[in-house]
């Protein structure tokens, strides 16, 4: 009894409509006139149960059978009675005609949808293994680059041979590049797991004149910087800097020595806008809409010479939109670049 009882329970929308369709039956065997009203119920009904279950093939054509055959011969006895027309009878291959029809789009339906879902699936579980297979490289990338590093330096600092040091420099400097490309890779892969961020509340002017005093003896540039804005906003300061940096980095290599760079904060609409502006050689127009883009190089050799990787700006990217925040350019060839990072939850100061 127990086993019949779960199976009602399991198919409650079956058992429900047999009911139902067994009482139409019933009035169409009683009734004089009218017939057909309780015969569409039936088909209707047994075509919205299917939308509501999708039954496999083979019990769809089961109980479509039985349905043609019950219900013709319902209509049947109606005839024979002179409650109907003979010309009714064409009733019933027309609706098991029309139910086959949504039958098979039901099912073209749902190997679209199964296909879909398949894919999704196998494409999710490839950028997973990309991000297992980055993540896992650039961490046993580091022991072997300290190594190389390690035996290099000695190399340059022996002093056995003046074009063997030169040799040595370069190596340290791939090295080193192959070190950046490393660690940032490894932001990269982080970037979309929940514990990426570190959320703290940030004072905003230390942040801004703090970046200044760390970037501005790195480079021989006209620094300015201007806080508009005093307060705090909740973020990762550590990761926040970072995405900054990769901004000034940016500005340093598109400008020559004398060029002028400025850092920024303000209020907007509720938000934080930090800004990073220079007079560069500026990003051309076909640029512009890939300049976010992992490995995007504006300049492929200066790239290499500078020891950049085509990472940094996607990874301040990545880092913003961790933080809900979002992260725009707007720039013209030959007049310089303007990056603003929109950062949620700013609170001003008060006092």
């Given amino acids: 009894?127990?086993?019949?009882?779960?199976?009602?329970?399991r198919h409650w929308v079956e058992v429900a409509w047999g009911a139902f369709a067994a009482a139409n039956v019933a009035v169409i065997l009683r009734l004089t006139d009218w017939e057909t009203i309780p015969f569409h119920f039936i088909w209707v009904s047994l075509t919205l149960v299917y939308g509501f279950r999708l039954w496999k093939l083979r019990t769809?054509?089961?109980?479509?059978?039985?349905?043609?055959v019950v219900t013709g011969a319902a209509l049947a006895w109606t005839v024979s009675r002179g409650g109907e027309g003979p010309d009714e009878m064409t009733e019933v291959p027309l609706m098991a005609a029309m139910f086959l029809a949504m039958v098979w789009h039901a099912h073209r339906r749902q190997l679209a949808t199964e296909e879909t879902?398949?894919?999704?699936?196998?494409?999710?579980?490839?950028?997973?293994?990309?991000?297992?297979?980055?993540?896992d490289a650039s961490h046993e990338l580091r022991t072997p680059?300290?190594?190389?590093?390690?035996?290099?330096?000695?190399?340059?600092?022996?002093?056995?041979?003046?074009?063997?040091a030169k040799d040595a420099d370069v190596v340290l400097d791939e090295l080193g590049r192959v070190s950046r490309l490393a660690d940032r890779l490894l932001?990269?892969?982080?970037?979309?797991?929940?514990?990426?961020?570190?959320?703290?509340?940030?004072?905003?002017?230390?942040?801004?004149?703090?970046?200044?005093?760390?970037?501005?003896?790195?480079?021989?540039?006209a620094w300015r910087v201007q806080v508009a804005a005093e307060g705090t906003v909740p973020a990762d300061r550590e990761r926040l800097e970072t995405a900054l940096d990769a901004l000034l980095e940016n500005a340093v290599k598109a400008t020559a020595e004398g060029g002028s760079i400025a850092v920024g904060c303000r209020s907007e609409d509720g938000l934080l806008v930090l800004e990073?502006?220079?007079?560069?050689?500026g990003i051309g127009a076909?640029?512009?809409?890939?300049?976010?883009?992992?490995?995007?190089?504006?300049?492929?050799?200066?790239?290499?010479?500078?020891?950049?990787?085509?990472?940094g700006l996607s990874i301040a990217k990545?880092?913003?939109?961790?933080?809900?925040?979002?992260?725009?350019?707007?720039?013209?060839e030959g007049k310089g670049a303007t990056f603003r990072i929109s950062l949620i939850g700013f609170e001003p100061a008060t006092g």
Avoid: C, Y
């Fill in 1 to 9: 009894m127990s086993d019949i009882a779960s199976t009602v329970r």
């Fill in 60 to 68: 769809t054509l089961v109980v479509l059978l039985v349905v043609f």
């Fill in 117 to 135: 879902r398949r894919l999704a699936e196998n494409e999710h579980r490839l950028l997973e293994g990309q991000r297992e297979f980055v993540r």
């Fill in 145 to 164: 680059i300290t190594v190389a590093r390690g035996h290099a330096e000695l190399i340059r600092d022996s002093g056995i041979d003046g074009q063997v």
């Fill in 187 to 221: 932001i990269l892969t982080a970037a979309d797991h929940p514990g990426f961020l570190s959320t703290e509340v940030v004072e905003v002017e230390p942040l801004v004149v703090g970046l200044m005093r760390r970037w501005s003896p790195t480079a021989r540039r």
């Fill in 276 to 281: 990073v502006a220079d007079d560069g050689a």
């Fill in 286 to 311: 076909d640029a512009l809409p890939r300049i976010f883009e992992r490995f995007s190089k504006l300049e492929p050799d200066r790239s290499r010479t500078n020891g950049g990787t085509g990472l």
């Fill in 318 to 332: 990545a880092i913003v939109e961790a933080h809900g925040g979002s992260i725009a350019v707007e720039s013209e």
